[in-house]
């Protein structure tokens, strides 16, 4: 496995004699855990000379390096992801299969290093993934939790969290590089002091430290020899194991700053689209970013001497408002340990950061009590001053005497730091992840900001990777499309649409749909087994996987479930094809509303699934721990993708992007990117219904919505909505979903009933379920339809967002790592 050619018996050599070295066992002796870690040190051992080589170019040709800061890397499983950006996973099947070996048994065998929640997450691993296979310098940036996203149970059909404890047999993936430790300051005061030449010079003294530490991941292009970096960093106590601090005395602060280190990376907060606003989370922040930029800067001082220069190397991309404080810290280390001028400092920081806007909920929106954010980081938080110091007279000079427009956009206003003012300000760059994202940022959100600097906006519309949605997670499909257009599609998804042709063509539909029956089997199987429940593969999928959240409305979806059985009960003889309403999603461990809406997806499959009146013609299936791993299977056994948003509420989506790839139909409101996929697709290959982004924001806008009126007037959904209350679903416990039915009409809850626009967008719905239900009678349109579904995915690659992103935004030189020099490490 050199330089491509891969030699069977030298791997398999290298399995066994990792097993002897880590573990003093035969290949005979080992479990299949020994041998995951067996393995993945023999796939290590090949990376490692491209990590090598990759990192000799990185040395002699110093191209432009893009830093990506991000409190979320939702990688999955490196294992087989690895395998195949080697280009080597059919070979190693091969070879693990002749000595009795099973890769899938292996590869199961992986912990999901789930270091994320969601879309956010997760879209930080299709980019890394596509920056390495488009050939760009990158080091992904964040933290090592020790514990991840939680793991689900299902008990009783509650959601149960379960800690995620990933690292407990090492992972084999990560190196420890102990030689960038870094420390992080916190806390203490500031004092100032004069130098020699008359400026000030700034010191923070009593602060608490910890140690930061990296951990660094390889991340493997496809097929090019580039290996790039995710570094996430680990805490440790400094003062702990010194004598000097007991000899003092300092048991204290000692044990302090143990703790501090301990609980800092301990686990990832497990909110998606909100915020919590922890103390914690902000020496999260801190912490990451500040070891960060500090590597980033001695990497960039290796070999230049003039840090005025630094944005013509150097670029953070800031995903979210997550790690703003980037911004601060950049600034920090210029002035005060670099001895530049404030406007200097500015400049460079100025052409160096970049923010990325995930969301436009009012509750992920960060703001700091300027009380925490001071106390934590005095010297942070005086130069956060300052920034905004000057940027209020620059509001003040550009609109003269309009108060309400300082009161809108100042970084430090009401007693809040906000974070998304920072980044907005000192961002050279500000991007939505969808057009239509975007443009509600400019013309609600953020409109102040895009009045004041327009030239900053721009869009750029997510992406995922093939190679896991489709080559890894897919590969029936993967070898369908490779043996009808080649296998160019593996790096450049838009050669896709050379499928056109076959969407119409009778023995390309029916394979079509036989692979999607296989996978539909396969996932059949994996239900039967974690569920216990059969369903029918020939039913129809129709699947929402996606973090639980109230503007997603699974309600939506599981409301239409009760009508459906509704219909079917008061007519048991009506004509009506098998529905598999397939749900997978964790709640955020506080949502009280989402993780009552799991358990009212679990009552409402209990009731059904046990029906013998309904003949099994309904299925309502929650897998449980939803998560990249099993996301991958689900993706490719879907008939419908229901990406029912509210719209306006949902920036892009990306699982909306995955079913697509994979040949399954969008039901799906104008949100997101679904605007965009529908225009790739067509109208009348997708299947749209609801109110538009500009009606909802006009109803929010006018408060004139009243679900009341629909209750009152419509029978069908009054029944469903009244049996939230009368014990159908609950019968040992009628009032089990009062607060549901609440959040539906009671104005008293929350700030208006029905926030999401539920019982408004229900009718709509119905009727595009029934469009759905009709149309998959009809075999062959529905083929067409699916094919040209993966037929026009092409645009919704991540490399085609990270080229724009390079083109647009960071500038990066394309470098190449010859096989000649991975051929001498
Ligand atoms: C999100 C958005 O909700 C989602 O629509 C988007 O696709 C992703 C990636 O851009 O970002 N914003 C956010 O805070 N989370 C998301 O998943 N957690």
């Known amino acids: 496995m050199k330089s491509g050619v891969f030699d069977k018996k030298a791997f398999i050599q ?65 294992l087989g992801n690895n395998l195949i950006n080697l280009k080597e996973y059919k070979e190693v099947r091969e070879a693990l299969d002749e000595i009795g070996l099973n890769l899938d048994v292996i590869e199961d065998q992986e912990p999901d290093p789930a270091l994320g929640n969601g879309g956010l997450g997760r879209l930080a691993a299709c980019f890394m993934d596509s920056l390495s296979t488009l050939g760009y310098a990158a080091y992904g940036c964040g ?46 005061h ?133 790690p ?142 093939q190679r896991r949605f489709l080559m890894h997670g897919n590969p029936l499909l993967a070898d369908w499309v490779t043996k009808h257009i080649g296998d160019g599609w593996i790096t450049e998804l838009m050669q896709l649409a050379r499928l056109v042709p076959y969407a119409s063509d009778a023995k390309a ?90 358990k009212l997806i679990n009552s409402v499959a209990d009731v059904i699934n046990n029906d013998a009146d309904i003949k099994g013609k309904i299925k309502v299936v929650f897998i449980e721990d939803y998560r990249v791993s099993n996301a991958e299977w689900i993706f490719a056994a879907a008939d419908v993708s229901e990406q029912i948003s509210t719209a306006s509420k949902e920036a892009s989506g990306t699982g909306n992007m995955k079913f697509m790839l994979n040949g399954a139909l969008t039901l799906g409101t104008m949100d997101g990117a679904n605007v965009e996929m529908a225009e790739e697709v067509g109208m009348e290959n997708i299947f749209i219904f609801g109110m538009s982004s500009e009606e909802v924001i006009a109803h929010e806008r006018n408060r004139d919505y009243d679900p009341m009126q629909i209750y009152n007037s419509d029978e069908g959904i009054r029944k469903v909505v009244n049996q939230l209350v009368d014990g159908t679903f609950s019968p040992n416990d009628p009032g089990l979903f009062r607060d549901l039915y609440n959040s539906l009409l009671n104005t008293q809850c929350t700030q208006y009933a029905d926030t999401y626009f539920i019982l408004k967008d229900f009718r709509s719905y119905v009727d595009a379920q029934k469009r759905i239900v009709e149309y998959y009678q009809d075999k062959q349109a529905w083929a067409k339809s699916a094919i040209l579904n993966t037929a026009h995915a092409g645009k919704f690659s991540s490399d085609r967002t990270i080229q724009e992103y390079v083109d647009e935004i960071w500038h990066l030189d394309h470098i190449t790592v010859p096989d000649a020099l991975v051929a001498k490490m």
């Open 324 to 465: 703003t404080v980037t911004v601060a810290e950049l600034m920090r280390i210029l002035v005060d340990e670099e001895g530049l001028g404030w406007d200097e400092a500015w400049e460079i920081t100025t052409k160096t950061c970049a923010y990325t806007n995930h969301t436009i909920m009012a509750e992920a929106l960060e703001k700091w009590p300027i009380e925490i954010f001071q106390r934590l980081l005095p010297r942070i938080y005086q130069i956060v001053d300052e920034i905004n110091r000057r940027f209020v007279l620059q509001i003040q000079e550009r609109y003269p005497g309009d108060d309400g427009k300082v009161a809108r956009m100042a970084i430090l206003y009401d007693g809040q730091v906000k974070m998304a003012h920072l980044a907005i300000v000192a961002g050279y760059s500000v991007n939505g992840v969808a057009r239509l994202h975007t443009e509600i940022l400019k013309n609600e959100q953020l409109h102040d900001f895009y009045e004041m600097f327009p030239e900053k906006f721009n869009n750029k519309t997510n992406g995922i990777t």
């Open 143 to 188: 933290i090592r939790y020790r514990y991840g996203m939680f793991k689900q149970k299902i008990q009783d059909g509650f959601q149960v969290e379960v800690p995620d404890n990933w690292l407990k047999n090492g992972y084999p993936f990560e190196l420890h590089r102990p030689e960038y430790t870094y420390e992080i300051k916190f806390g203490g």
């Open 509 to 598: 539909q029916k394979e079509f749909m036989e692979i999607k029956r296989r996978n539909k089997v396969r996932l059949a199987e994996y239900i039967k087994e974690h569920n216990g429940i059969e369903v029918d593969p020939d039913s129809i999928f129709d699947v929402q996987v996606k973090r639980l959240h109230e503007y997603k409305r699974q309600f939506l979806n599981i409301l239409h479930v009760m009508y459906l059985y509704n219909e079917l009960k008061a007519n048991p003889q009506m004509d009506f094809y098998p529905r598999t309403f397939i749900f997978g999603a964790k709640a955020a461990a506080g949502y009280r509303n989402a993780k009552l809406t799991i």
């Open 190 to 322: 500031v004092r100032t002091e004069s130098r020699e030449d008359g400026s000030l010079r700034f010191v923070q003294e009593d602060y608490q430290s910890v140690l930061a530490i990296p951990y660094d991941m390889p991340v493997v292009g496809y097929g090019n020899n580039v290996v790039n970096t995710l570094m996430i960093w680990d805490a440790a106590a400094k003062d702990y194991f010194e004598l000097d601090s007991f000899d003092k005395g300092d048991y204290q602060k000692a044990v302090e700053q143990q703790n501090l280190a301990r609980n800092l990376v301990e686990v990832l907060y497990p909110n998606d689209n909100h915020v919590a606003g922890k103390e914690l989370r902000l020496k999260q922040q801190y912490f990451f970013v500040s070891a960060s930029v500090q590597r980033a800067l001695a990497r960039y001082k290796k070999n230049h001497d003039d840090i005025r220069r630094l944005p013509e190397k150097v670029t953070f991309q800031l995903n979210d408002t997550h």
């Open 14 to 78: 290298s399995v066994r004699d990792n097993l002897k070295n880590l573990y003093r066992k035969t290949l005979e002796e080992a479990d299949q855990q020994e041998i995951f870690q067996a393995v993945s040190f023999a796939v290590k051992d090949v990376i490692n000379d491209r990590w090598l080589a990759t990192q000799q170019v990185f040395d002699k040709e110093d191209p432009k390096i893009v830093y990506y800061m991000s409190m979320e890397f939702l990688m999955g499983r490196a």
